[in-house]
């Protein structure tokens, strides 16, 4: 395991963004808060907290395709925290939130798109289990090789397997993997 503190000197601060890779899949993490990734902060210092985050995520991203590249990786898996995209109007084209434009508009859509091997990315935030295909690019079509798999989060916490078989269509599957203690109401 790697952590981008360690390999990129320049994001010392940056800790919990990190890489592995698992039987030929490649899993990066990068550190983003919602609603907006911080980027509207009534103050100054937390709006510049949010730029310097968010380049190290653009870095830190760029990195990742770079390295499931050079490794040959069968699939790539990002995972955070935030949800990019907007709920505002459903009907439509899924919108980006501002404060992603960087680093999903920018580096993650496009390099999803050119990349050889598939790619999920995993986020909570708004936490209604769901798996989809919901971005396009900058021409309005989908980006077919990128999955989104939204997870569960409060009050029903309970973690996902996630299955990796790049020569399936799709690729991915998930299987809920359901907490006792949550489901149990006498606990």
């Known amino acids: 395991m790697q952590r981008q ?11 919990e963004n990190l890489r592995w890779t698992h039987h030929g899949v490649l899993f990066a993490t990068f550190h983003t808060v919602g609603p907006d990734n911080g980027s509207r902060a009534g103050q100054a210092a937390l709006r510049d907290e949010f730029r310097a985050r968010d380049a190290a995520n653009v ?3 760029r990195a990742a395709f770079a390295l ?3 490794q040959r990786a069968h699939a790539l898996v990002l995972a955070t925290q935030a ?6 109007d459903l009907r439509r084209k899924p919108l980006i939130h501002d404060g992603f434009r960087a680093s999903h508009t920018s580096t993650l859509l496009p390099l999803a798109e050119g990349a050889p091997f598939p790619v999920l990315l995993i986020h909570g935030d708004h936490h209604h289990f769901k798996a ?6 900058a021409q309005g079509q989908r980006i077919v090789n990128l999955w989104r798999l939204e997870v569960f989060g ?3 916490v309970h ?11 799709p690729p991915f599957r998930y299987t809920p993997i359901w907490n006792a203690l949550a489901t149990d109401p006498r606990r």
Request: proline letters at 7%; a negative charge.
């Open 5 to 15: 503190s360690d390999v990129m000197p320049a994001f010392a601060r940056y800790r």
């Open 59 to 61: 870095a830190w991203i």
């Open 68 to 70: 499931a590249r050079e």
């Open 83 to 88: 949800e990019a995209i907007r709920h505002a």
């Open 132 to 137: 989809d295909q919901p971005f396009e690019n």
């Open 154 to 156: 409060d009050p029903q």
């Open 159 to 169: 973690a996902v397997k996630v299955s990796v078989d790049a020569a399936r269509s």
